[in-house]
C-alpha cells in the first residue's frame, strides 16, 4: 500500500482508535478491530488484551468504520479488488500499529467462523502476534 491518501486514512484509524474512551487506561498491551464487509454487511468486532492476563471485547467510535471503510474504497481503486475484512493491530508500549487485510476468506476473522470455537478461541485468534 504505497499511496498517500491511503497512508493518511491507515494514521486516521490508528487516532480514533486510540481515542476512544475505553482504551483510555494504561492496563492494555494491544489491541485488535476487525473490520468487516463480508457478504455485503458491515460490522465491527474489537478486544483489548490486558498486561494481567485476560481479554475484554471493546469498539472505538462508529467514526472508525467510516474510515475504514474509506481506506477500503481507496484500495479497491489502486487495485481493482476489494477485501473482505481488515484486522488491526495496535501495541504498546511503541503503539505500533498493523493492518491485515483478507482477499480470499470472508470469515477469516469472524466468530462465525466454525473453525474457531468459542468466544474465547475467536479472542485468541484476534490476539496481537498470535
Same mark, same amino acid.
Given at each position: 500500500? +504505497?499511496?498517500? &491518501?491511503?497512508? =493518511?486514512?491507515?494514521? =486516521? %484509524?490508528?487516532?480514533?482508535?486510540?481515542?476512544?474512551?475505553?482504551?483510555?487506561?494504561?492496563?492494555?498491551?494491544?489491541?485488535?478491530?476487525?473490520?468487516?464487509?463480508?457478504?455485503?454487511?458491515?460490522?465491527? #468486532?474489537?478486544? %483489548?488484551?490486558?498486561? +494481567?492476563?485476560?481479554?475484554?471485547? &471493546?469498539? @472505538? /467510535?462508529?467514526? #472508525?468504520?467510516?474510515?475504514?471503510? &474509506?481506506?477500503?474504497?481507496?484500495? =479497491? +481503486?489502486?487495485? /481493482?479488488?476489494?477485501?473482505?475484512?481488515?484486522?488491526?493491530? %495496535? #501495541?504498546? @508500549?511503541?503503539?505500533?500499529?498493523?493492518?491485515?487485510?483478507?482477499?480470499?476468506? @470472508?470469515?477469516?476473522?469472524?466468530?462465525?467462523?466454525?473453525?474457531?470455537?468459542?468466544?474465547?478461541?475467536?479472542? =485468541?485468534?484476534? +490476539? @496481537?502476534?498470535?
Amino acid at each position: 500500500m +504505497k499511496n498517500r &491518501a491511503c497512508d =493518511e486514512l491507515v494514521m =486516521e %484509524i490508528g487516532e480514533l482508535i486510540l481515542r476512544c474512551e475505553d482504551y483510555q487506561n494504561d492496563l492494555w498491551w494491544g489491541l485488535s478491530v476487525v473490520g468487516d464487509f463480508a457478504y455485503g454487511d458491515t460490522s465491527m #468486532t474489537g478486544y %483489548i488484551y490486558y498486561y +494481567k492476563g485476560g481479554y475484554e471485547a &471493546a469498539l @472505538p /467510535e462508529s467514526d #472508525t468504520m467510516r474510515k475504514i471503510r &474509506a481506506l477500503r474504497a481507496e484500495m =479497491e +481503486k489502486l487495485e /481493482e479488488k476489494s477485501w473482505h475484512q481488515c484486522l488491526i493491530h %495496535i #501495541t504498546r @508500549p511503541h503503539y505500533k500499529m498493523n493492518i491485515q487485510f483478507e482477499y480470499n476468506e @470472508p470469515e477469516r476473522w469472524s466468530l462465525s467462523n466454525k473453525s474457531l470455537g468459542g468466544i474465547g478461541e475467536f479472542a =485468541e485468534r484476534l +490476539k @496481537p502476534g498470535a
